[in-house]
Every structure is written in structure tokens, then in C-alpha cells.
């Protein structure tokens, strides 16, 4: 399973966008107009963009704008939420929760697009502006939910008459709001709550500095090459393009290999130098754990005692409890106990294959002459390519030709999108990016209306987080008269000058995934932010986008996309069969990575601050130990240095997900093959059950909706070759 990001999360604050929607109370307006006591700010995003959508015109903002921005924007919300709380009238619905949902419209507006600039094109111009605002934005966030004339009109409106009496999307407005409140804090004591401030406070910054110590460390420790020789096993445009790196680097003549964010690095599969392989290996693993200036396991020690601390001020017995108080699965427990039941047949896969390698291996060792070695982890994914060559016929290479990126974009996701959804997509050139290497697209419904914007940021670049995420510029809201505009960033390799954008089946897969997200953004119909969109749960939040997976490879919509680049002949069905084929093999790296990951993370929230306290690698250790997997030759895809879904954007305690939503598309797409597979009648039902609704209901509901049962594990355990009968 690939692991990717939907989004680097923004700091959790109260609803925004432009106010609109329907009128406003009295006392909702006379609120309004406290507001402006907020100071003036005239920048450029003093007022929407003039762009279709309210999109970013990036052609108007410059590094000295964002932080004036940004500041402006938290001191009108403030303000906005003062007013609020200071109101004298009686509060309801309306002019409490309501007008919590209309606040912070320049802050949103400002943020939605600084925050995607740091995640996917930053300098450090903008990470010192990052440094300098995240402790703000904090402050903000203990100020909203700290507040305790805010919570005291919250609290009444929820135990009113009229507060019960709501229903629908209303309803769970009120009760989401409130939980927050309580969650945050709101039930505190004075002095707690200046204990907690200051706890956030110190998170916050440790965060940011972490996220942006890890993308210049990736960066950093790209490992540099003397000769082509050692890069034997790439192709020819990679072997260009490492050159090229080196070059930009300052090591002309050299060649360097840029680092991916996962443990795991695509050239081990290719690289023949077994030297070579262990380099690269070293560079990924110990990019940020090698006792310099780029190590950051002092910063895990700080974040980990912190957030350990943080949960016992609130009363959760863990980080992890207090993480999942909203969640579709509800506890630690209930998660470590889902993710246990894959252990005994992903552990005897992983003995069977790791068997076949090292044959594999001790056999070359042999023909060749040379003394037999044990398998390493660097060795795993290169004799897992060669068993995969000669067990399935299949080599990357054949593979990537038919994969070029943005016909893969266009004639395959969306495509995908247009038969099951009857989404239409128009290439905007005129609206600006902020990459040269970005696309932009006018997204319509089924009955040709103007749905999205939709911004496509593919390549890897030095200045980009890895991974791969969906994003909100503008959320959609009812309320605020808002449509979505989205973002997808991944990091494909680039290719080298005049050459074309091949993706690997991997990227393939990423790119539909993201897009699930996007179509979650696309579809929106909430009435308010909070709710709208993917605005959901972490364990809920990837089903969609691991549903959209299923779509790459339909015969109908493979056939249409996947077309070789020079000859434009599609991708022969024996190709494809083998690709099938050879789905379920290496599943002892392919989930094993991932679980143990998943199980690092939930142990890692677990512990008391005195636990957090020890040394991160000593913990780690131990922690692996006790998954019952293979992690000595399979490591988790994240080690604790370079984790930074946990440590940053937002997947602490939440990194299960991945697998547990897996389930869920896998169960939902079983559904679909059950009744009648990629139909406009059935595009019409996802978007009606889950597609569409945002966190309206109950996201266990929402799945019954979809397919009338709760969820069931055996389609994913078929899928990956764990069932009883696949054994």
C-alpha cells in the first residue's frame, strides 16, 4: 500500500470564507460591526481574488506580503470572535455557531494558500515566516476555545430546548462544536488552561521547526556518486538526471540521487552495486538521526513528553486516546487490535518471501563466482524486482512508457471521473500557478454547471515536502457562497530535459488516490465549512481516495490512457494481466512497512510522559520488536526521525488509517463489482451515500448508507493474497 498525505494540515481553527448565504439577525450584524475593530489591512488579500472561484492569483503576492497577511487575518478573527462572545444577546444557534462558522474569512484566505506554498514550494524567506506566525496561530486557537464567555454561549445553545430540537447538518454542527470545545480544553481550570496555552504553544513551534529541518534534511542527504558505473541498473535519464542534481548542487561531474520522504528508495529496485544500494539505504534512514545539525530526534523527545503531558492535563490516559475522540474506530485498542489481526499471515508472507529472495540472491552470488551474503534490507526490493522479472514476466521498464503523466492525468483519471460522475474538464491557461510546471482546470458537473478549480502540482523538487496531498484554497460552503478550489501535489520524478513525464504503476496509483480526495473536495455540498468535504474524520478521510484507486485499472479506463508514448499503441492486455498478476506478490513489504508504522505510531502516543522521555531510537526499537513483523529486513516506512505525518501533519495517533480505510475500499468496491461496476447509476449513489456529504452523519452510517453493511475485512484480505485460500 502506498502511503500518501491528503493534506498538510492546517491548524484547527473555527469555520471561514465570504460572508453570504442567507441574511443575518440583528444581533448577528451588530456582531459583524465589533469586528472592525480589528486593525486595517489593505494588502492584496484584503478582498477575494477577482480569479474564477476566488482562486489564487499568485501573480500578486510577494514574500513581504504573507506575514502582514497572516497577522492581519488572526487579529480580524480575533476580533470577529470577540464579538461574539461579548454579545449581549440571548444566545442561539444562530448567532453563536452560526457566526463562529462565518468568522475568519481573510485569515482562510491568506492561510489556505501560504500553507500550500510551504508544503510544496518554499524558501526560507517563507519557513522564517512559517517559525514566525505558528506560534500565533496557536495562541488564536487556545484563545477561540479557551474562551470562557465563548463556551459559556456555546454550552447553552447545546443544553437549550432549541439547541436539541435541531436536526441534519445543524445538529451535528452544534455537536461537533461543542465536542471541540470540551476536547480543547474548555472545561479546564484557569490555571490549567494557562498550562495547556503554553503546552501548545511549545508544540506548535517544535513542529514547524520539525517539518522544515526534514524537507532540508531530505534534501541535503541525497547521497552524491563519483561515477555513472555506480548508478548501473538506472536508465539513462535517471543516470542524466543525478548528474544534473549533482551539478545544480555544486558537484559537477558527480551524481547524486535526491531522496524520497519514505524509507524505501526507488533506485533500490534497479541498482546493481550492492555498495551502492547500502549508500543510498544509509542516507534515507539516517537523514535525520545522525547526531547533526539536521537531526531531529531531540525535537521527537520534546514533541512526544509534550503531547504525553497535554493528554494527562485533559484526562485522556494517553495522547492516543485523546487523539481519537472522534474518530470511526474510537480507541487505541480498538485500532492496535484491527491492525494485530493481519500479523500472523503478513509475518508468514514475509518469512516465505524473504526466503525467496535470499535464494534468489545466494543463486546470482553463485553464478557470478563471488562469496554468498545475507539479505539486507537494501537488498530486499532489488531481488524482489528480479523475482518479480523472472516470476511474472514484468520489468519496470516495459511499464512506464505507457504512463506518460499528463495523458495519464487527462485520459485516465479524468476520464474515470467523466463516465462514473459525468465531470467535464477544461484546461485553464490563463489562470496563474505557482510552479511553471503546474496545471490548471475549470471542472464542471454532469449538467455542465461550474463545479471546481482544480490546480495539479505533480513533480518533485527540492523545496517540496514528499509525499503526496490534496488541498483546499477556497472550501465549499453554502453558507459563505463558496465553491471548492483544489489542489493535488505529488513528487514523480521529473524528467530530464526534452524528455517525457513517465510515471512508474506506483505513481499511477498515487495519482488516483489524490484525485479521490479531490472529487471529495469537488462534491461538498455542506451548507457549512466545518462540515464540508474532507473535513472528516483521519480514518475516514482516506476512504475515498483509496476507493478512487480502484478506477486505474478498469479495462475501460486503462485502455484510454495507458497508450505508450512514442507509438501511442495502447498497453497490450498481456502486459496488463501480468501487472494482476504480480499484484499480490511482495506483500510482505507492501503492508508490512505500512503496519509497522502504523503500530510505531499508536505506541508512540501511548506512552506516560516519563516513557516519552527516553531516547527516541531506544524506543523505537523496542516498539518494532513487539509488532511481531519482520521490521529488521522490512523497516516501518517512516522511522521515528523522518515520520512526519505523526510528528506534523496531523496523523498522530492516526497513521492506522491508511490500512483501516483500505478495508473500507475494498469492501466498497467489492459493492460496486456486485452491482454492475463503473455505471452513472452507481457515480450517482457514491456521491449520494459518502462521496458527497461531508461530515453530516455518523461516518459508520455513511458507509452503511453506501453498501448497506458495516464494513468486512475478507475483500482486502483477498486483494492483498492473505486470505486462508490465497496462502
Given at each position: 500500500?502506498?502511503?500518501?498525505?491528503?493534506a498538510?494540515?492546517?491548524?484547527?481553527?473555527l469555520?471561514?470564507?465570504?460572508?453570504?448565504?442567507?441574511?443575518?439577525?440583528?444581533?448577528?450584524?451588530?456582531?459583524?460591526?465589533?469586528?472592525?475593530?480589528?486593525?486595517a489591512?489593505?494588502?492584496?488579500?484584503?478582498?477575494?481574488?477577482?480569479?474564477?472561484?476566488?482562486?489564487?492569483?499568485?501573480?500578486?503576492?510577494?514574500?513581504?506580503?504573507?506575514?502582514?497577511?497572516?497577522?492581519?487575518?488572526?487579529?480580524?478573527?480575533?476580533?470577529?470572535?470577540?464579538?461574539?462572545a461579548?454579545?449581549?444577546?440571548?444566545?442561539?444557534?444562530?448567532?453563536?455557531?452560526?457566526?463562529?462558522?462565518?468568522?475568519?474569512?481573510?485569515?482562510?484566505?491568506?492561510?489556505?494558500?501560504?500553507?500550500?506554498?510551504?508544503?510544496?514550494?518554499?524558501?526560507?524567506?517563507?519557513?522564517?515566516?512559517d517559525?514566525?506566525?505558528?506560534?500565533?496561530?496557536?495562541?488564536l486557537?487556545?484563545?477561540?476555545?479557551?474562551?470562557?464567555?465563548?463556551?459559556?454561549?456555546?454550552?447553552?445553545?447545546?443544553?437549550?430546548?432549541?439547541?436539541?430540537?435541531?436536526?441534519?447538518?445543524?445538529?451535528?454542527?452544534?455537536?461537533t462544536?461543542?465536542?471541540k470545545?470540551?476536547?480543547?480544553?474548555?472545561?479546564?481550570?484557569?490555571?490549567?488552561?494557562?498550562?495547556?496555552?503554553?503546552?501548545?504553544l511549545?508544540?506548535?513551534?517544535?513542529?514547524?521547526?520539525?517539518?522544515?529541518?526534514?524537507?532540508?534534511?531530505?534534501?541535503?542527504?541525497?547521497?552524491?556518486?563519483?561515477?555513472?558505473?555506480?548508478?548501473?541498473?538506472?536508465?539513462?535519464?535517471?543516470?542524466?538526471?543525478?548528474?544534473?542534481?549533482?551539478?545544480?548542487?555544486?558537484?559537477?561531474?558527480?551524481?547524486?540521487?535526491?531522496?524520497?520522504?519514505?524509507?524505501?528508495?526507488?533506485?533500490?529496485?534497479?541498482?546493481?552495486?550492492?555498495?551502492?544500494?547500502?549508500?543510498?539505504?544509509?542516507?534515507s534512514?539516517?537523514?535525520?538521526?545522525?547526531?547533526?545539525?539536521?537531526?531531529?530526534?531531540?525535537?521527537?523527545?520534546?514533541?512526544?513528553?509534550?503531547?504525553?503531558?497535554?493528554?494527562?492535563?485533559?484526562?485522556?490516559?494517553?495522547?492516543?486516546?485523546?487523539?481519537?475522540?472522534?474518530?470511526?474506530?474510537?480507541?487505541?485498542?480498538?485500532?492496535?487490535?484491527?491492525?494485530?489481526?493481519?500479523?500472523?499471515?503478513?509475518?508468514?508472507?514475509?518469512?516465505?518471501?524473504?526466503?525467496?529472495?535470499?535464494?534468489?540472491?545466494?543463486?546470482?552470488?553463485?553464478?557470478?563466482?563471488?562469496?554468498?551474503?545475507?539479505?539486507?534490507?537494501?537488498?530486499?526490493?532489488?531481488?524482489?524486482?528480479?523475482?518479480?522479472?523472472?516470476?511474472?514476466?514484468?520489468?519496470?521498464?516495459?511499464?512506464?512508457?505507457?504512463?506518460?503523466?499528463?495523458?495519464?492525468?487527462?485520459?485516465?483519471v479524468?476520464?474515470?471521473?467523466?463516465?462514473?460522475?459525468?465531470?467535464?474538464?477544461?484546461?485553464?491557461?490563463?489562470l496563474?500557478?505557482?510552479?511553471?510546471t503546474?496545471?490548471?482546470?475549470?471542472?464542471?458537473?454532469?449538467?455542465?454547471?461550474?463545479?471546481?478549480?482544480?490546480?495539479?502540482?505533480?513533480?518533485?523538487?527540492?523545496?517540496k515536502?514528499?509525499?503526496?496531498?490534496?488541498?483546499?484554497?477556497?472550501?465549499?460552503?453554502?453558507?459563505?457562497?463558496?465553491?471548492?478550489?483544489?489542489?493535488?501535489?505529488?513528487?514523480?520524478?521529473?524528467?530530464?530535459?526534452?524528455?517525457?513525464?513517465?510515471?512508474?504503476?506506483?505513481?499511477?496509483?498515487?495519482?488516483?488516490?489524490?484525485?479521490?480526495?479531490?472529487?471529495?473536495?469537488?462534491?461538498?455540498?455542506?451548507?457549512?465549512?466545518?462540515?464540508?468535504?474532507?473535513?472528516?474524520?483521519?480514518?475516514?478521510?482516506?476512504?475515498?481516495?483509496?476507493?478512487?484507486?480502484?478506477?486505474?485499472?478498469?479495462?475501460?479506463?486503462?485502455?484510454?490512457?495507458?497508450?505508450?508514448?512514442?507509438?501511442?499503441?495502447?498497453?497490450?492486455?498481456?502486459?496488463?494481466?501480468?501487472?494482476?498478476?504480480?499484484?499480490?506478490?511482495?506483500?510482505?513489504?507492501?503492508?508490512?512497512?505500512?503496519?509497522?508504522?502504523?503500530?510505531?505510531?499508536i505506541?508512540?502516543?501511548?506512552?506516560?510522559?516519563?516513557?516519552?522521555?527516553?531516547?527516541?531510537?531506544?524506543?523505537?526499537?523496542?516498539?518494532?520488536?513487539?509488532?511481531?513483523?519482520?521490521?529488521?529486513?522490512?523497516?516501518?516506512?517512516?522511522?521515528?526521525?523522518?515520520?512526519?505525518?505523526?510528528?506534523?501533519?496531523?496523523?498522530?495517533?492516526g497513521?492506522?488509517?491508511?490500512?483501516?480505510?483500505?478495508?473500507?475500499?475494498?469492501?466498497?468496491?467489492?459493492?460496486?463489482?456486485?452491482?454492475?461496476?463503473?455505471?452513472?447509476?452507481?457515480?450517482?449513489?457514491?456521491?449520494?451515500?459518502?462521496?458527497?456529504?461531508?461530515?453530516?452523519?455518523?461516518?459508520?452510517?455513511?458507509?452503511?448508507?453506501?453498501?448497506?453493511?458495516?464494513?468486512?475485512?475478507?475483500?482486502?484480505l483477498?486483494?492483498?493474497?492473505?486470505?486462508?485460500?490465497?496462502?
Amino acid at each position: 500500500m502506498k502511503t500518501r498525505l491528503m493534506a498538510a494540515a492546517a491548524p484547527l481553527v473555527l469555520g471561514a470564507g465570504l460572508l453570504g448565504g442567507f441574511s443575518m439577525t440583528a444581533a448577528a450584524k451588530t456582531d459583524a460591526r465589533s469586528a472592525a475593530t480589528a486593525p486595517a489591512y489593505n494588502g492584496p488579500f484584503a478582498k477575494p481574488s477577482a480569479l474564477p472561484l476566488h482562486a489564487p492569483d499568485f501573480t500578486q503576492y510577494k514574500d513581504s506580503d504573507w506575514q502582514p497577511a497572516i497577522e492581519a487575518g488572526i487579529a480580524a478573527k480575533r476580533a470577529e470572535i470577540k464579538a461574539i462572545a461579548g454579545s449581549k444577546a440571548k444566545p442561539t444557534f444562530e448567532n453563536t455557531i452560526v457566526s463562529m462558522e462565518r468568522a475568519g474569512t481573510l485569515y482562510d484566505r491568506v492561510y489556505n494558500v501560504f500553507s500550500q506554498l510551504t508544503s510544496a514550494n518554499t524558501s526560507d524567506a517563507l519557513d522564517a515566516i512559517d517559525t514566525a506566525v505558528s506560534p500565533q496561530i496557536s495562541a488564536l486557537n487556545d484563545d477561540i476555545y479557551l474562551d470562557d464567555a465563548l463556551f459559556a454561549r456555546v454550552k447553552a445553545v447545546h443544553d437549550s430546548a432549541s439547541g436539541k430540537a435541531l436536526t441534519g447538518e445543524d445538529a451535528m454542527l452544534l455537536a461537533t462544536t461543542y465536542d471541540k470545545f470540551v476536547h480543547r480544553g474548555a472545561l479546564l481550570s484557569a490555571a490549567q488552561k494557562v498550562e495547556l496555552k503554553a503546552m501548545n504553544l511549545e508544540i506548535a513551534k517544535l513542529e514547524t521547526a520539525f517539518s522544515q529541518k526534514l524537507t532540508t534534511a531530505t534534501a541535503a542527504k541525497a547521497p552524491i556518486f563519483d561515477t555513472a558505473a555506480q548508478l548501473d541498473g538506472l536508465s539513462q535519464a535517471e543516470i542524466t538526471a543525478a548528474g544534473k542534481l549533482a551539478a545544480e548542487k555544486g558537484h559537477a561531474g558527480k551524481f547524486m540521487l535526491a531522496l524520497g520522504n519514505t524509507t524505501q528508495q526507488a533506485a533500490l529496485a534497479s541498482l546493481t552495486n550492492r555498495d551502492s544500494r547500502k549508500k543510498l539505504w544509509d542516507a534515507s534512514i539516517n537523514r535525520t538521526s545522525g547526531g547533526d545539525e539536521y537531526d531531529t530526534t531531540a525535537m521527537v523527545t520534546q514533541m512526544a513528553t509534550l503531547r504525553a503531558k497535554k493528554a494527562k492535563l485533559l484526562g485522556a490516559p494517553d495522547f492516543a486516546t485523546y487523539q481519537m475522540y472522534d474518530r470511526m474506530v474510537k480507541t487505541p485498542a480498538k485500532a492496535m487490535e484491527f491492525m494485530k489481526g493481519f500479523v500472523p499471515a503478513l509475518r508468514a508472507t514475509q518469512d516465505r518471501e524473504a526466503a525467496m529472495l535470499e535464494a534468489a540472491m545466494k543463486a546470482e552470488g553463485t553464478k557470478a563466482g563471488g562469496q554468498n551474503v545475507t539479505l539486507a534490507p537494501w537488498d530486499w526490493s532489488y531481488y524482489a524486482e528480479k523475482v518479480r522479472k523472472a516470476k511474472y514476466e514484468l520489468d519496470e521498464s516495459q511499464i512506464k512508457p505507457y504512463f506518460e503523466v499528463w495523458r495519464t492525468l487527462e485520459d485516465g483519471v479524468f476520464y474515470a471521473a467523466n463516465q462514473t460522475y459525468g465531470l467535464t474538464f477544461k484546461r485553464r491557461t490563463d489562470l496563474p500557478v505557482y510552479h511553471p510546471t503546474m496545471r490548471a482546470y475549470e471542472v464542471f458537473d454532469a449538467d455542465g454547471k461550474q463545479l471546481a478549480i482544480f490546480y495539479y502540482d505533480p513533480f518533485a523538487r527540492s523545496n517540496k515536502k514528499g509525499g503526496a496531498w490534496m488541498s483546499n484554497f477556497v472550501e465549499q460552503s453554502y453558507l459563505l457562497g463558496e465553491k471548492p478550489v483544489v489542489s493535488n501535489t505529488l513528487n514523480i520524478a521529473p524528467p530530464a530535459d526534452g524528455q517525457p513525464a513517465l510515471a512508474s504503476f506506483d505513481d499511477v496509483e498515487t495519482m488516483f488516490h489524490e484525485f479521490g480526495h479531490a472529487l471529495h473536495g469537488f462534491f461538498a455540498s455542506q451548507k457549512y465549512p466545518s462540515l464540508s468535504g474532507t473535513n472528516t474524520a483521519r480514518d475516514f478521510v482516506e476512504f475515498p481516495s483509496q476507493f478512487n484507486e480502484n478506477f486505474a485499472t478498469i479495462p475501460a479506463v486503462l485502455n484510454h490512457y495507458a497508450k505508450h508514448y512514442q507509438t501511442g499503441a495502447t498497453i497490450p492486455a498481456d502486459l496488463i494481466a501480468k501487472i494482476k498478476a504480480a499484484h499480490t506478490f511482495n506483500q510482505g513489504l507492501g503492508l508490512g512497512e505500512t503496519l509497522s508504522a502504523a503500530m510505531l505510531d499508536i505506541q508512540w502516543h501511548q506512552l506516560s510522559p516519563e516513557e516519552a522521555a527516553q531516547p527516541p531510537m531506544t524506543f523505537e526499537a523496542k516498539a518494532l520488536a513487539a509488532t511481531g513483523l519482520n521490521t529488521d529486513l522490512i523497516p516501518p516506512r517512516y522511522k521515528t526521525p523522518y515520520f512526519r505525518h505523526i510528528w506534523d501533519n496531523g496523523y498522530a495517533a492516526g497513521y492506522y488509517s491508511y490500512i483501516w480505510t483500505e478495508m473500507l475500499a475494498h469492501d466498497g468496491w467489492d459493492w460496486v463489482e456486485k452491482h454492475g461496476g463503473m455505471t452513472r447509476a452507481n457515480g450517482d449513489h457514491i456521491r449520494k451515500t459518502f462521496l458527497g456529504q461531508g461530515h453530516t452523519k455518523d461516518f459508520a452510517q455513511l458507509y452503511r448508507d453506501f453498501t448497506g453493511h458495516d464494513p468486512e475485512v475478507e475483500p482486502m484480505l483477498e486483494a492483498r493474497g492473505l486470505a486462508p485460500k490465497a496462502q
